[in-house]
């Protein structure tokens, strides 16, 4: 349990429940393909959406740590230029002590992360406006521009009236995705400064899409595979 902000040192690590939920997910759930730049974030993010005949729409993602010399993770060129606030909150060990698994996940906040960057969703009604592939990499597409890229497409703080920053679905065209090791027929959007996007269709009920910023690219081969 966690008092007043403090974790006490015989805390369960969160990832292991959440390494336990993904692995209970009844339908195939994507991840890029292994690679040495990339290492999966421990925490997966999950979304569900009810209604009164039960589950209609869940999603599983995946964000990872970017290695841009992943020959050596310890180089700091790996690292972020942080603030000293940010580096005190990582380094600095509390007078009452941090379970070993909070210090390690505390060290990824040096390293720039790929947020969010494969989502998978399935729903229970594929015919629904918001299933479609096109749709949900939209969707997905302008998520990550929202809280990744504030700053850059000069939102306010709050909820902006201006949407003339969204991607829209008169970008998507025709693509082909990599996966399990085999081209697949999928759509991409190639129109936005920040992210580029692309997104197929796994099976009648599940969408993968993939969001990944411009400055990432050169780093991540855009491959995907099964998770198992």
Do not use: K
Request: aromatic share 8%.
């Amino acid at each position: 349990m966690e008092f007043r902000g403090v974790v006490p040192m015989d805390a369960p690590d969160p990832s292991d429940a959440s390494e336990e939920r993904l692995r209970s997910i009844d339908f195939p759930v994507m991840q890029l393909a292994p690679q040495p730049a990339l290492t999966r974030m421990p925490m997966t993010g999950f979304a569900e959406t009810t209604g009164p005949g039960g589950r209609t729409q869940q999603s599983v993602v995946f964000s990872y740590t970017l290695w841009r010399y992943p020959e050596d993770h310890s180089d700091p060129r790996n690292e972020l230029e942080l603030d000293a606030a940010t580096r005190r909150a990582i380094d600095e060990e509390p007078p009452w002590g941090r379970p070993a698994w909070l210090i390690e996940q505390a060290q990824l906040f040096r390293y720039p992360t790929v947020w969010e960057a494969v989502s998978t969703t399935w729903h229970a009604d594929p015919s629904a406006p918001d299933a479609s592939p096109e749709s949900q990499l939209v969707h997905h597409m302008n998520h990550v521009l929202r809280n990744r890229f504030r700053e850059e497409l000069g939102l306010p703080a709050g909820p902006a009236e201006d949407r003339s920053w969204q991607v829209r679905e008169s970008g998507v065209v025709p693509g082909t995705v990599r996966v399990d090791g085999r081209d697949v027929d999928g759509i991409t959007v190639d129109t936005d400064p920040f992210v580029i996007g692309t997104g197929f269709r796994v099976d009648r009920q599940v969408v993968c899409t993939v969001v990944l910023a411009r400055d990432d690219l050169p780093f991540i081969d855009v491959a995907l595979e099964t998770f198992r």
